[in-house]
């Protein structure tokens, strides 16, 4: 969306797009090479109307190693990720960050319906059997996407 070079070509892309929401995005950057592009991102804030929107209820240290090595993994203090909370892919500070975006943050709602997708009871056993018991919605949930789209 930047008018800002990047990779040696400018996209100005805030010329198409009118809003963006983002849903449970890492925006916070943190170490290693997989957030330089949100370091380059957070240099200025977005150019459109934007919507950060985060999720809660699921706590690095109780959801399965999945949630606590995302969350640490989008760590910038080099945290373990135990102590967060967020949607059980992205700690909520990271969810919000992006600078100059609206914020929103759903209460009890996680970031995707792993029960829903091969593999997931396998990568994500915890948050699977969490959305197939039904406690809990996802941000493309009925309801939910009325509150953020």
Known sequence: LSSRGYGGKTYNGSKYVR???TLGTPHAAAPGPAFEGVSWVNQEDVPVR???VAGTGFKGGEWGSLTQGAYAFCCPDGSDGTLYDGDGVTPIFS???MP???QLVLEDV???CWSDVFGGN????ELADDYKSGRRPWYGSDGIVEQWA
């Open 19 to 21: 809003s963006l929401v």
């Open 110 to 112: 996680s970031h995707f």
């Open 95 to 97: 969810s919000l960050a």
């Open 122 to 125: 396998f990568f994500a056993p």
């Open 100 to 102: 100059g975006s609206e």
């Open 50 to 52: 934007a919507l950060s």
